[in-house]
């Protein structure tokens, strides 16, 4: 089992609509969470950390499941410019339990906006 | 300000012979990541370095790579005797260092390119 799964996708979508993406970890001991954007031919940029109350920034909302070990991101009112590969991500942790810098990348989410 | 810097962009070159992938991170930033990431698949960690300490290179896939970062900033990735499995496109990321502010946001560079014929 892969240590963070998402579905590829692709997801497409048309302008305006809502859409969803899951992904779960398998340590359960992680404790830091994030989505990272990345455009076609580009590098992964940070779009949001995950917090175990949910979070919320503009159109975007992460919400964190510890109990079932899943992460989600929604998105609002989808534009075209929203239309990348997003990358669930995870902090590794270490076998007495802290975290460490070492990021584990889920293969990422296709996202196509339509317009 | 100057985002993470990767030179060279593209590299072609023969099976068996080395190569050095050059990284050189934000200013300020202690520490450095590298990552492999094949086509549609997300970054896989490597290696990465505390200044000029290497913490961690469990993701090293074998002894043909290696990484220094001598002064705590440029950092250089080598592949000896490359393989042609070892085309792939090799990422660089920079952090403040844990317990500061925004240290879990890694800043990724553009990547280099490898291709092995």
């Known amino acids: 089992r892969k240590e963070v799964e998402q579905d590829p996708g692709p997801f497409n979508v048309p302008e305006g609509a809502t859409v969803a993406f899951n992904c779960t970890y398998s340590n359960s001991a992680s404790q830091s969470f994030f989505w990272y954007r990345q455009d076609c031919r580009k590098e992964p940029k940070l779009l949001m950390s995950v917090y175990s109350s949910g979070n919320e920034d503009g159109r975007f909302t992460a919400q964190l499941n510890r109990a079932s070990q899943y992460i989600s991101l929604l998105i609002r009112d989808s534009k075209l410019s929203d239309s990348a590969t997003y990358l669930c991500v995870v902090n590794e942790v270490m076998n007495y339990g802290g975290a460490t810098n070492k990021l584990i990348f889920g293969t990422g989410t296709l996202l196509a906006v339509q317009p | 300000g100057a985002g993470v810097s990767q030179s060279p962009r593209y590299k072609v070159t023969k099976r068996g012979q080395d190569v050095a992938l050059r990284c050189d991170p934000i200013?300020?930033?202690?520490?450095l990541y590298w990552y492999r990431q094949a086509l549609g698949q997300g970054p896989e960690f490597l290696t990465y370095?505390?200044?000029?300490?290497?913490?961690?290179k469990s993701g090293l896939p074998n002894d043909r790579f290696s990484a220094e970062r001598p002064e705590g900033s440029i950092s250089t990735l080598t592949i000896q005797r490359t393989e042609q499995r070892d085309s792939a496109m090799y990422r660089c990321?920079?952090?403040?260092?844990?317990?500061?502010?925004?240290?879990?946001?890694?800043?990724f560079g553009p990547g280099t390119r490898l291709l092995v014929l």
């Open positions: 990321a920079s952090s403040l260092p844990r317990g500061k502010r925004g240290q879990e946001t890694q800043y």
């Open positions: 200013s300020g930033h202690v520490s």
């Open positions: 370095f505390n200044y000029e300490a290497q913490q961690d």
